[in-house]
């Protein structure tokens, strides 16, 4: 599906939109991040896990997102036990240096667990089922006490790589001051697991049809950024998370440009090579 090169968004009180005080200085240095697509099938067709972030956090407050966050230095860490496409063929999908390339990959793994309770590890030929007994784990990692690598050899589980696609690559436009360089995956949720909303920066989560998620968007009950907006549009003309996942996908670097207009926000896609 082509992507439009422009369109227009309503900004609600709150929205978490913001712009740099001094507009005129450089833009800030984007950090590295990692947001995973998280997938189901539901009874009526595909099915996609997303979360309502808490208000007043310092980006996308009371926006509606898929889990992720920023990459942690250790989620370089080459002792990881790892199965599936090896960093570097992630690199290659994601136009960067193998380091930076597993960073992004365990990222991806760390937040989603942190932020859903899903666990994409076990080992070579199964994934884990049943994540209750790395409930203090979890914790932990989200206040940054272990790391993954530590983790994941403590609890004698392999990195499952095999089980991501890379979806996206969006930059944040250069006019906020809070800014990511973010690599988008996508996953079937495995099964025994379930996505909960037990993190501390969500005030609610769940699974939605894509299309009943834009739809909420439109008349007001949720907020959505254009990369959640547009991927959520891509992923409409799926009918099961298999086939999300069997499809082609060009991984390009797109840094969208906001244009205030009175009380909307025109988005310009700007789509460059990495």
């Known amino acids: 599906m082509d992507r439009p090169s422009e369109f227009v968004f309503d900004i609600p009180a709150g929205a978490g939109i913001a712009t740099r005080a001094n507009a005129d200085g450089p833009p800030a240095q984007p950090k590295d991040a990692a947001t995973v697509i998280l997938l189901r099938d539901g009874a009526d067709g595909l099915e996609v896990f997303l979360q309502h972030r808490v208000k007043g956090m310092p980006f996308a407050g009371g926006m509606t997102v898929f889990p992720g966050g920023g990459v942690d230095p ?38 989603t667990f942190e932020e859903s309770g899903v666990l994409l590890a076990g080992t070579e030929d199964a994934v884990v089922a049943d994540v209750s007994p790395y409930r203090d784990a979890r914790k932990a990692l989200e206040r940054r ?87 959520l549009t891509e992923l409409d003309v799926f009918a099961t998370a298999d086939e999300a996942l069997a499809s082609s996908r060009e991984i390009v670097r797109t840094i969208p440009v906001l244009i205030r207009e009175d009380d909307h926000i025109r988005v310009v896609l700007h789509s460059t090579e990495a």
């Open 74 to 111: 250790r989620d370089a860490d080459a002792s990881v036990s790892w199965a599936g496409p090896p960093p570097s063929w992630w690199a290659g999908q994601f136009s960067c240096d193998d380091s930076l390339a597993r960073a992004l990959v365990c990222g991806a793994v760390r937040e």
């Open 145 to 231: 006490e272990i790391s993954l690598a530590g983790f994941l050899a403590d609890a004698g589980l392999t990195l499952r790589a095999d089980l991501l696609l890379p979806w996206a690559h969006w930059v944040t436009p250069e006019q906020e001051p809070r800014r990511y360089d973010t690599r988008f995956f996508a996953a079937k949720l495995p099964e025994g697991q379930r996505a909960d909303g037990a993190t501390s920066e969500a005030d609610s989560t769940g699974w939605q049809r894509p299309l009943d998620a834009i739809a909420d968007a439109r008349e007001g009950r949720r907020v959505l950024m254009p990369p959640t907006w547009l991927t």
